[in-house]
């Protein structure tokens, strides 16, 4: 790409309307005084290999990837990290120099790195984690707990068949425990976290029952509309560091956006407000 060419880079998914990962970017470019756009990009899924072969021609240098892609842009990839293939989904993409598509996944390392920073004494390797829910956020969610040294996780989702996957993908460390057990799984945790989106707005509250949450654990909803979900609060008010997940989308783009526009950004306060605001 020549030098004169502002480089341009955006997300992708179907619906994308509601994505704040625009406001995000589009504030670290300015706080950076870096020129550059980042775009929301409404792309269905029978266009979305025309779509990713013909955006570096226009000037862009990589993409957010989310709902439904995530998975699809995995055989459209010419490259692929470790993390990626052992997640299935890919959340980042860089469009390189020689023409090949890079497919990485920072979910995982945006999860821990929120935990790190909002419960900054947070021991992975104090005891189990109890994880609800089995798509491709708890994927993400699990690689990067058994990275960091957690002894074992339980993992109860409504559909059994997909927590069962996850022990043949990750190993022995991953115990399945059935969806009506999944309130008994919490009170062996020191590491409780909703992958579902189960109370999220317009969707069903969370209905696990929580009487085992109790002091000392740490307690993570990835959900983030609303920031303080009925489960977020039912923990804090049994005494449970809580975490939102604000933070975890605000992590996952800082290696993105590094590899992008070559500048390594902050998650501070300014960029959390900017993300609310």
Same mark, same amino acid.
């Given at each position: 790409?020549?030098?004169? *060419?502002?480089?341009?880079?955006?997300?992708?998914?179907?619906?994308?309307?509601?994505? /704040?990962?625009?406001?995000?970017?589009?504030?670290?470019?300015?706080?950076?005084?870096?020129? +550059?756009?980042?775009?929301?990009? #409404?792309?269905?899924?029978?266009?979305?290999? $025309?779509?990713?072969?013909?955006?570096?021609?226009?000037?862009?240098? +990589?993409?957010?990837?989310?709902?439904?892609? /995530?998975?699809?842009?995995?055989?459209?990839?010419?490259?692929?990290?470790?993390?990626?293939?052992?997640?299935?989904?890919?959340?980042?993409?860089?469009?390189? /120099?020689?023409? /090949?598509?890079?497919?990485?996944?920072?979910?995982?390392?945006?999860?821990?790195?929120?935990?790190?920073?909002?419960?900054?004494?947070?021991?992975?390797?104090?005891?189990?984690?109890?994880?609800?829910?089995?798509?491709?956020?708890?994927?993400?969610?699990?690689?990067?707990?058994?990275?960091?040294? !957690?002894?074992?996780?339980?993992?109860?989702? *409504? $559909?059994?068949?997909?927590?069962?996957?996850?022990?043949? #993908?990750?190993?022995?460390?991953?115990?399945?425990?059935?969806?009506?057990?999944?309130?008994? %799984?919490?009170?062996?945790?020191?590491?409780?976290?909703?992958?579902?989106?189960?109370?999220?707005?317009?969707?069903?509250?969370?209905?696990?029952?929580?009487?085992?949450?109790?002091?000392?654990?740490?307690?993570?909803?990835? !959900?983030?509309?609303?920031?303080?979900?009925?489960?977020? *609060?039912?923990?804090?008010?049994?005494?449970? $560091?809580?975490?939102?997940?604000?933070? %975890?989308?605000?992590?996952?783009?800082?290696?993105?956006?590094?590899?992008?526009?070559?500048? *390594?950004?902050?998650?501070?306060?300014?960029?959390?407000?900017?993300?609310?605001?």
């Amino acid at each position: 790409m020549s030098q004169d *060419r502002i480089p341009l880079a955006g997300v992708i998914g179907s619906p994308v309307a509601h994505s /704040k990962s625009p406001r995000l970017h589009m504030h670290w470019l300015k706080a950076h005084g870096l020129p +550059g756009h980042y775009i929301p990009m #409404d792309v269905a899924t029978d266009d979305l290999e $025309t779509a990713l072969r013909t955006l570096p021609r226009l000037g862009f240098v +990589g993409v957010n990837v989310t709902i439904p892609h /995530k998975e699809a842009v995995m055989k459209i990839a010419d490259l692929i990290t470790d993390r990626a293939a052992l997640i299935g989904a890919a959340n980042t993409l860089i469009f390189r /120099k020689d023409g /090949k598509i890079h497919a990485d996944n920072t979910d995982g390392y945006g999860f821990i790195e929120n935990l790190k920073q909002n419960a900054p004494d947070w021991a992975p390797k104090s005891g189990p984690a109890a994880v609800l829910g089995a798509g491709g956020a708890a994927r993400a969610v699990i690689s990067s707990l058994l990275e960091v040294g !957690v002894p074992e996780i339980l993992v109860a989702n *409504r $559909t059994r068949a997909r927590s069962d996957a996850l022990v043949q #993908d990750f190993g022995a460390r991953v115990t399945v425990v059935e969806w009506v057990q999944a309130g008994n %799984m919490l009170e062996d945790a020191a590491t409780v976290v909703n992958t579902t989106s189960l109370g999220m707005v317009g969707k069903p509250e969370l209905r696990v029952p929580l009487d085992g949450l109790r002091p000392g654990q740490v307690v993570n909803d990835l !959900v983030y509309a609303p920031l303080q979900t009925r489960f977020l *609060r039912e923990a804090q008010e049994a005494g449970c $560091t809580v975490v939102d997940g604000l933070g %975890m989308l605000l992590h996952q783009a800082v290696p993105a956006f590094e590899r992008w526009f070559g500048v *390594r950004p902050d998650v501070d306060a300014a960029t959390r407000a900017a993300v609310l605001r």
